[in-house]
């Protein structure tokens, strides 16, 4: 018998095809019982580093027809390492990402969807402020106007909370845009050579493109 690409051809021309691995394995067919296998046949696979597959059941009743080695298919070792290095790529995005907002709390941030939300409710109101609606259409607002000690008015507030937003927006979109740009070179590489071409670094951020906190603006 041999094989072939990821086919068991047997002697007699019998074609057993085989999945595809990464890693280069050991394939031994068997012969079996038909009422454990209806063809009569039992193919295994053993990866290097895990236990030997063997039929279950009797081995008394099973004849060893022989084993091969089986090289690791370069598909799947292209999309195993694919994978890795997409993997990789987000990381570091998300790694960057964090970086670029460590000098504000995390509550802080966990507030800013509702800050933006309420910030261009408020703006929405700027021309014709004496028909802004009550405090309860921007909770987080006007509590944070009036317990903020800056003397602010809420519009003044929301000026900020857009300000931060866009600052956040320029500072995050270079990174968005990389994590995308990579992501789109390594699903189209063909080759190892050219999948390990692409750099899994983001560009760097500079200390000045770092948006500022609402909470220290006044």
């Not at 070792?77 to 694919?82: K, S, T």
């Not at 790529?89 to 309420?118: F, K, N, Y």
């Amino acid at each position: 018998m041999r094989i072939d690409k990821n086919a068991l051809i047997m002697s007699d021309g019998q074609t057993i095809m085989l999945p595809k691995h990464a890693v280069a394995s050991r394939v031994a067919l068997w012969r079996v019982p038909t009422m454990y296998r209806s063809n009569g046949l039992f193919v295994s696979i053993t990866i290097p580093g895990t236990p030997e597959q063997i039929p279950a059941c009797n081995l008394a009743d099973c004849t060893l027809l022989g084993e091969l080695d089986y090289p690791a298919d370069a598909g799947a070792v292209l999309d195993r390492a694919r994978a890795q290095r997409l993997a990789t790529a987000r990381a570091a995005v998300d790694a960057a990402a964090r970086a670029l907002v460590a000098h504000i709390s995390s509550t802080e941030q966990q507030t800013w969807p509702t800050q933006l939300a309420e910030a261009q409710l408020v703006n929405s109101w700027r021309d014709i402020p004496d028909r802004l609606p009550p405090p309860s259409y921007y909770p987080l607002l006007a509590l944070m106007a009036t317990q903020r000690g800056y003397g602010e008015s809420v519009f003044q507030l929301a000026d900020r909370v857009i300000a931060a937003a866009g600052q956040y927006t320029a500072a995050a979109g270079p990174l968005v845009a990389w994590g995308q740009r990579t992501e789109r070179a390594l699903n189209a590489a063909q080759t190892m050579a050219e999948l390990n071409a692409i750099s899994l670094t983001p560009p760097a951020q500079s200390p000045a493109s770092a948006p500022e906190p609402v909470a220290s603006q006044q």
